[in-house]
Protein backbone atom coordinates (compact mmCIF):
# COMPACT_ATOMS: atom_id res chain seq x y z
CA UNK A 1 0.00 0.00 0.00
CA UNK A 2 2.00 3.34 -0.78
CA UNK A 3 2.00 5.99 1.56
CA UNK A 4 2.97 9.58 0.91
CA UNK A 5 4.31 11.73 4.15
CA UNK A 6 4.90 15.65 4.51
CA UNK A 7 7.17 17.42 6.04
CA UNK A 8 8.92 20.55 6.95
CA UNK A 9 5.46 23.10 7.73
CA UNK A 10 5.85 25.39 10.68
CA UNK A 11 5.71 29.16 11.40
CA UNK A 12 7.44 31.53 9.65
CA UNK A 13 6.51 35.35 9.37
CA UNK A 14 5.35 37.09 6.06
CA UNK A 15 7.99 37.10 3.81
CA UNK A 16 9.63 33.75 4.94
CA UNK A 17 10.59 30.79 3.20
CA UNK A 18 9.58 27.10 3.55
CA UNK A 19 10.38 23.95 1.33
CA UNK A 20 7.97 21.14 1.77
CA UNK A 21 8.86 17.86 1.20
CA UNK A 22 6.44 14.72 -0.01
CA UNK A 23 8.11 11.66 0.55
CA UNK A 24 6.69 8.42 -1.10
CA UNK A 25 6.78 4.91 0.17
CA UNK A 26 5.68 1.49 -1.47
CA UNK A 27 5.33 3.08 -5.25
CA UNK A 28 7.28 4.99 -7.59
CA UNK A 29 6.64 8.86 -7.73
CA UNK A 30 8.11 8.58 -11.38
CA UNK A 31 4.65 7.71 -13.21
CA UNK A 32 2.54 9.77 -10.83
CA UNK A 33 1.26 13.50 -10.77
CA UNK A 34 1.73 15.02 -7.66
CA UNK A 35 -0.22 18.04 -6.62
CA UNK A 36 -0.12 20.16 -3.53
CA UNK A 37 -3.01 21.54 -1.76
CA UNK A 38 -3.71 23.80 1.14
CA UNK A 39 -6.94 23.57 3.12
CA UNK A 40 -7.35 26.53 5.44
CA UNK A 41 -9.98 27.09 8.44
CA UNK A 42 -13.07 27.84 6.79
CA UNK A 43 -12.33 27.47 3.41
CA UNK A 44 -12.21 25.38 0.38
CA UNK A 45 -9.16 22.97 -0.28
CA UNK A 46 -6.97 25.14 -3.00
CA UNK A 47 -4.46 23.63 -5.31
CA UNK A 48 -1.56 25.26 -4.84
CA UNK A 49 0.77 23.69 -7.23
CA UNK A 50 1.53 19.91 -9.44
CA UNK A 51 4.14 18.80 -11.33
CA UNK A 52 3.12 15.75 -13.85
CA UNK A 53 4.56 12.93 -13.94
CA UNK A 54 9.05 12.29 -14.86
CA UNK A 55 7.58 11.42 -18.66
CA UNK A 56 5.87 15.19 -19.09
CA UNK A 57 7.96 17.58 -16.36
CA UNK A 58 5.12 20.00 -16.93
CA UNK A 59 4.25 22.08 -13.83
CA UNK A 60 1.44 24.46 -12.93
CA UNK A 61 0.66 27.21 -10.34
CA UNK A 62 -2.41 29.22 -9.59
CA UNK A 63 -2.24 33.27 -10.23
CA UNK A 64 -1.78 33.41 -6.40
CA UNK A 65 1.41 31.95 -5.98
CA UNK A 66 2.71 31.87 -9.28
CA UNK A 67 6.49 33.54 -9.07
CA UNK A 68 6.56 32.52 -5.42
CA UNK A 69 6.21 28.56 -4.97
CA UNK A 70 8.09 26.51 -7.17
CA UNK A 71 8.19 22.70 -6.90
CA UNK A 72 10.44 19.85 -8.20
CA UNK A 73 11.31 16.54 -8.01
CA UNK A 74 14.15 13.99 -6.45
CA UNK A 75 13.27 10.67 -8.26
CA UNK A 76 16.49 9.31 -6.47
CA UNK A 77 14.71 10.03 -3.08
CA UNK A 78 10.95 9.56 -4.30
CA UNK A 79 10.62 12.85 -3.01
CA UNK A 80 8.69 15.72 -3.99
CA UNK A 81 9.30 19.52 -2.73
CA UNK A 82 7.25 22.79 -2.79
CA UNK A 83 9.80 25.60 -2.64
CA UNK A 84 7.39 28.64 -1.00
CA UNK A 85 9.06 32.00 -0.74
CA UNK A 86 7.73 35.46 0.18
CA UNK A 87 5.03 33.86 2.19
CA UNK A 88 1.84 35.73 2.94
CA UNK A 89 -0.75 35.08 6.00
CA UNK A 90 -2.98 33.61 3.10
CA UNK A 91 -0.54 30.67 1.97
CA UNK A 92 -1.61 29.87 5.79
CA UNK A 93 -3.12 26.51 6.00
CA UNK A 94 -3.02 22.39 6.37
CA UNK A 95 -1.01 21.03 3.00
CA UNK A 96 -1.40 18.46 1.64
CA UNK A 97 0.57 16.48 -0.83
CA UNK A 98 -1.29 13.60 -3.27
CA UNK A 99 -0.50 11.48 -6.02
CA UNK A 100 -2.41 10.12 -9.30
CA UNK A 101 -1.11 7.44 -11.07
CA UNK A 102 -0.83 9.22 -14.78
CA UNK A 103 2.22 9.24 -17.24
CA UNK A 104 0.86 10.55 -19.96
CA UNK A 105 -1.55 13.77 -19.16
CA UNK A 106 -1.01 17.13 -17.83
CA UNK A 107 -1.55 17.35 -13.76
CA UNK A 108 -3.44 20.63 -14.14
CA UNK A 109 -6.49 18.57 -15.85
CA UNK A 110 -7.02 16.99 -12.34
CA UNK A 111 -8.91 17.68 -8.98
CA UNK A 112 -8.13 16.87 -5.87
CA UNK A 113 -10.92 14.03 -5.50
CA UNK A 114 -9.11 12.51 -8.34
CA UNK A 115 -6.08 11.70 -6.33
CA UNK A 116 -5.33 8.27 -5.78
CA UNK A 117 -3.11 9.21 -2.30
CA UNK A 118 -3.13 11.78 0.21
CA UNK A 119 -0.60 12.62 3.07
CA UNK A 120 -1.45 13.51 6.43
CA UNK A 121 -0.79 17.15 6.12
CA UNK A 122 1.68 19.37 7.31
CA UNK A 123 0.73 23.07 9.29
CA UNK A 124 1.90 26.12 7.70
CA UNK A 125 1.42 29.29 9.63
CA UNK A 126 2.41 32.91 8.29
CA UNK A 127 2.30 35.21 10.83
CA UNK A 128 4.23 37.93 12.45
Known amino acids: QGQLVESGGGLVQPGGSLRLSCAASGFTLDYYAIGWFRQAPGKERARVSC?????????YFPESVKGRFTISRDNARNTVYLQMNSLKPDDTGVYYC????????????????????WGQGTQVTVAS
Open 98 to 117: AAKAVAYYDCSAYVWDEYDY
Open 51 to 59: ISSTTLGTT
